[in-house]
Nanobody
């Protein structure tokens, strides 16, 4: 069973920065992807970023490109999301998600469908 534990988040002013981390256990597949999603009040969940393990493929939602940076420490089974130049519209609960495959992945998906493990979520609040 894959378990994801998130940490970080909190409150920041517009233009500020925050960091999120997600540590996984049980990801024992040939390859895997760790991604970040968010859900603002009254809105649907949306993908933010993802990164595959073996090839290090990354992708970002257009809304966060150039402002957020995803990274992974493979040895620590941990994904990081650096949130810079924060905007009020970045306010949401951020979720870490993951899935594994028995083959090498050539990209990482920014849709929720493949992800079958989810963290508990961490709040990010940006005040203008």
């Amino acid at each position: 069973e894959v378990q994801l534990v998130e940490s970080g988040g909190g409150s920041a002013q517009s233009g500020g920065s925050l960091s999120l981390s997600c540590t996984a256990s049980g990801l024992t597949f040939d390859d895997d992807v760790m991604g970040w999603f968010r859900q603002a009040p009254g809105k649907e969940r949306e993908a933010v970023s993802c990164m595959s393990r073996r090839l290090g493929k990354v992708d970002y939602a257009d809304a966060v490109k150039g402002r957020f940076t995803i990274s992974r420490d493979i040895a620590k089974n941990t994904s990081y999301l650096e949130l810079n130049s924060l905007k009020a519209e970045d306010t949401a609960v951020y979720y870490c998600a993951a899935f594994g495959t028995p083959w090498k992945l050539v990209d990482c998906p920014l849709t929720g469908a493949p992800y079958n493990s989810w963290g508990q979520g961490t709040q990010v609040t940006v005040s203008s």
